[in-house]
């Protein structure tokens, strides 16, 4: 994970310009707003999964709390 962090901090203006270029080239200008669609839902949905296992887990520590504190 911190690998990618690194390789995204070192991008320039130049570099990210010449990547939207070749994106714009391979998939034409009108594909490129569907693609940025997928690529939100994508998110969306990963955001959702990992806020429901954290949810998950916050239950399942109070849930072991409130045992431990029965006992």
């Known amino acids: 994970m911190t690998v990618m962090f690194l390789f995204l901090s070192s991008l320039g ?3 990210l310009t010449l990547i939207f270029l070749v994106v714009l080239l391979l998939f034409g200008g009108n594909k490129i707003p569907e693609l940025m669609r997928g690529l939100g839902k994508g998110i969306r ?4 999964a990992k ?4 949810d998950e887990f916050r239950q399942g520590m ?3 709390e409130k045992k431990s504190v029965d006992k």
């Open 13 to 15: 203006g130049g570099e």
């Open 45 to 48: 949905e990963f955001n959702n």
């Open 51 to 54: 806020n429901a296992v954290e």
């Open 62 to 64: 109070r849930d072991a």
